[in-house]
């Protein structure tokens, strides 16, 4: 393709993503992530095709008719009562749907999970007994910035810097918290954690206030006790809400 051109100037690629980082670094970082999972899963698809045309032949089979021949080895009917156990385990996602109305379609969704983990297996075992596949293909990385009046716990040069983007008022962000004071007790100095403010204001309304006062908090000296107060008042704002 041509580079884009006003008047002799010619505009390069390298220019249109230098500036499409600085205009809309969060779209761009997602594109980036979309084409390596469509790349990635086009490589896992081909490997798979490959791998499966290779048993096959030595069976001198055709590959369709191997794949199915070790799936039914794979898999075993779906019962009533696996139906039913499903139902019930999942019944708030029903919608008030009974069960007579919800067991086909999830005896159809039970089977097609059999396959579908069998025919995983089936490929993690023939790449174990299979060639040598390499496969070089780097995930797309973005650079954080962490300043330096960033709410942090651990030196600045440990070997690892867990950056959290958290609300305080979010339940699933609350349930991080022990998980981090685990790693930071277990790997001491070794491992930094930075906290950064993402109140997400339109479904969390306490959000943003909580982070002022957390912030308040911080420049008053608490912030050698950053997994604790955040804790607290992530604690304080999910009882709350």
Same mark, same amino acid.
């Given at each position: ?8 100037? %010619?505009?390069?690629? $390298? ?13 761009? %970082?997602? %594109? ?6 469509? $790349? ?20 001198? +089979? ?20 696996? +139906? $039913? ?25 039970? $089977? ?11 490929? %993690? ?10 496969v070089v293909m780097d995930a797309p990385r973005t650079t954080v910035t962490v300043a330096a009046d960033d709410p942090s716990e651990g030196k600045a040069d440990a070997p690892v810097t867990v950056v959290e983007y958290s609300d305080f008022q979010c339940p699933f962000c609350q349930r991080v918290m022990p998980t981090l004071k ?11 954690? +930075? ?13 943003? +206030? ?11 000296? *608490? *912030? ?13 704002? *999910?009882?709350?809400?």
């Amino acid at each position: 393709m041509s580079p884009p051109r006003v008047g002799d100037r %010619a505009i390069t690629v $390298r220019e249109l993503d230098d500036r499409w980082k600085t205009e809309d670094p969060g779209a761009k %970082a997602q %594109a980036e992530q979309a084409i390596y999972d469509g $790349r990635k899963a086009a490589l896992d698809a081909i490997i798979a095709d490959m791998l499966v045309a290779q048993a096959a032949k030595a069976k001198g +089979v055709t590959p369709e008719a191997f794949v199915q021949a070790e799936i039914g080895k794979r898999t075993k009917p779906v019962t009533d009562t696996d +139906v $039913r156990n499903f139902y019930v385990q999942n019944s708030e996602r029903m919608q008030g749907r009974s069960f007579e109305q919800m067991s086909t379609a999830i005896q159809q969704f039970l $089977r097609d999970q059999q396959q579908t983990t069998a025919k995983q297996d089936l490929i %993690a075992e023939l790449k174990k007994a299979g060639p040598a596949i390499r496969v070089v293909m780097d995930a797309p990385r973005t650079t954080v910035t962490v300043a330096a009046d960033d709410p942090s716990e651990g030196k600045a040069d440990a070997p690892v810097t867990v950056v959290e983007y958290s609300d305080f008022q979010c339940p699933f962000c609350q349930r991080v918290m022990p998980t981090l004071k685990q790693l930071r007790a277990k790997y001491g100095d070794k491992m930094r954690l +930075v906290w950064k403010d993402f109140p997400l204001t339109m479904i969390h309304p306490q959000a943003f +206030v909580a982070a002022q006062a957390a912030n308040c908090a911080r420049e008053q000296g *608490s *912030s050698g006790m950053l997994t604790t107060s955040c804790s607290r008042i992530s604690r304080h704002c *999910s009882q709350s809400s």
